[in-house]
């Protein structure tokens, strides 16, 4: 095990790893075990099916199976950083005034760093629960990695069930959030020249159909509403868009086929089978049963966690919160929750600063994060003092 690095000086290393998406964590992987481990610590690789990315279930603490305990998950992976505009090096760690700067900064390197410290510091024959960090792959690329842990972790009940999941929030403790599908919808026609296309069909032009219909499904679903909704702001129902178009091969030829993707954002509540069909039947509506087929390509769920959990209830009154949160995007606690846990979405920074040049966070609240990790993790493991 390494010496024990400052929380500043971990966010410094993690940052330098370049985990973008289509880059294999593996390294950054790598590290991260060899920081933590030491007598009494269990890591466990969960691998995707292939490749060299792999989920990290890292555990401290009497496996009593009893699910008290802790949970702290993050994801290894960070978007690209290839945007224009960047004013530093994106993976350098540097300070502008009272922020951090480096991509994955506020998703999420800073709360892996706060998550690695504050496990590093335990001693894990003073534990009387557990307390565990999942660290996920390809997160970026649609919850892959939490995706694969949920359907293939082979014992859920060792795991404890409370888990704080440390996306950006403001520090803000979320309870539910969308979900997103991602479709691919492929329409078939028949391929002829251009100056006889009678003797074809253009896949295009059912496209353009299909498009209309969807557009129609997307003003319906605006106008519905559920018992969750009003925690969405803004955007209190589930959103449609049609996100991609593609198709034909050249002007003088008709086009035999044209794909569309689409992207859904459910509400809690609402069930990815249900949503699909309700895609499929505006479509067939619109062009026939026949001739196009639609495929489901991507699958975050929503996450619904009721506001008298444990664990929510005491970050809220840390926080001096008193209403319940939801936020649009999707997490990894969506697919956590198939493992029976409990999960806060809760982090230092804004989204609103990911995915984007010069990414930062504020050094207060990555401070403040860090005080609350510690008293989170004495309280609910229980670990005495050295």
């Given amino acids: 095990m390494p010496a024990r690095l400052t929380d500043e000086e971990l966010l410094r290393r993690l940052v330098a790893f370049d985990s973008s998406t289509g880059r294999s964590t593996a390294e950054i992987a790598g590290f991260v075990c060899e920081y933590v481990d030491r007598p009494g610590v269990r890591i466990t690789r969960n691998p995707a099916p292939e490749g060299e990315n792999a989920n990290l279930v890292i555990a401290a603490g009497p496996d009593d199976r009893s699910r008290r305990g802790l949970v702290l998950s993050g994801h290894l992976d960070t978007v690209p950083a290839g945007e224009p505009g960047w004013r530093s090096d994106p993976f350098t760690l540097t300070r502008a005034a009272d922020r951090y700067v480096g991509r994955g900064t506020c998703d999420m390197k800073g709360f892996l760093a706060l998550a690695l410290n504050r496990f590093a510091a335990v001693d894990p024959a003073r534990l009387r629960r557990q307390l565990v960090l999942i660290f996920t792959y390809d997160e970026e690329l649609g919850t892959l990695g939490a995706r694969r842990l949920a359907e293939t ?45 009678h003797l074809g069909r253009n896949a295009i032009e059912q496209a353009g159909a299909a498009i209309v219909a969807l557009a129609d499904l997307r003003h319906t679903l605006e106008r519905e509403r559920s018992a969750t909704g009003r925690y969405f702001g803004e955007v209190p129902h589930a959103t449609l868009n049609v996100a991609r178009v593609s198709g034909g091969v050249a002007i003088n030829v008709v086009p035999e086929q044209c794909v569309v993707e689409i992207g859904v954002r459910l509400l809690p509540g609402m069930g990815t089978p249900e949503m699909v069909e309700r895609v499929r039947g505006a479509v067939a509506r619109a062009v026939g049963r026949n001739g196009f087929e639609l495929e489901l390509v991507g699958d975050s769920p929503p996450l619904l966690l009721d506001p008298d959990a444990g664990l929510h209830e005491a970050l809220c009154r840390r926080m001096g919160q008193r209403e319940s949160i939801g936020v649009s995007f999707a997490t990894d606690a969506g697919w956590l929750q198939r493992l029976g846990l409990e999960c806060v979405v809760f982090g230092p920074g804004a989204i609103a600063e990911a995915h984007r040049p010069n990414e930062s966070l504020p050094v207060a609240e990555f401070v403040r994060a860090g005080e609350l990790l510690e008293e989170l993790v004495r309280d609910a493991c229980a670990a005495t003092a050295p």
């Fill in 153 to 197: 972790w082979p014992d859920p009940e060792a795991l404890p069930r409370a888990g704080i999941v440390g996306e950006p929030t403001s520090l803000r403790v979320v309870r539910m959030h969308k979900g997103h599908l991602k479709l691919r919808l492929r329409l078939e026609g028949a391929p002829a020249h251009s100056a006889y296309p």
